[in-house]
């Protein structure tokens, strides 16, 4: 590997854990294999407005879901409650 790829190589981790770091600060919850997908797509071009705003709605719709598997009763205990009341 020549130096300058050595160079650009070692930048970009750089710039990487930068920007994990950031991420962590703001809270984001985001992994360090998504981050690297959103860099990647932003380099790529996409919007990072856009982007952010995706990873947002994906984030709260999640945390919906998993709020709503939480809170609902499971099958185990209709089944229990139903046969009490034979």
Same mark, same amino acid.
């Given at each position: 590997?020549?130096?300058?790829? +050595? =160079?650009? *190589? ?17 809270? =984001?919850?985001?992994?360090?294999? +998504?981050? =690297? ?24 719709? *999640? ?6 598997? $939480?809170?609902?009763?499971? &099958?185990?205990?209709? &089944? *229990?409650?139903?046969? $009490?009341?034979?």
């Amino acid at each position: 590997m020549d130096s300058s790829r +050595a =160079t650009y *190589i070692k930048e970009a981790q750089s710039t990487l854990v930068t920007v994990q770091q950031i991420s962590e600060l703001l809270n =984001t919850g985001l992994s360090p294999e +998504a981050l =690297t997908i959103c860099v990647r797509l932003c380099e790529d071009g996409i919007n990072p407005e856009v982007l952010a705003s995706l990873v947002a709605d994906l984030q709260r719709e *999640i945390q919906e879901y998993q709020n709503e598997i $939480h809170n609902k009763p499971s &099958n185990l205990s209709k &089944n *229990i409650h139903s046969s $009490h009341n034979l």
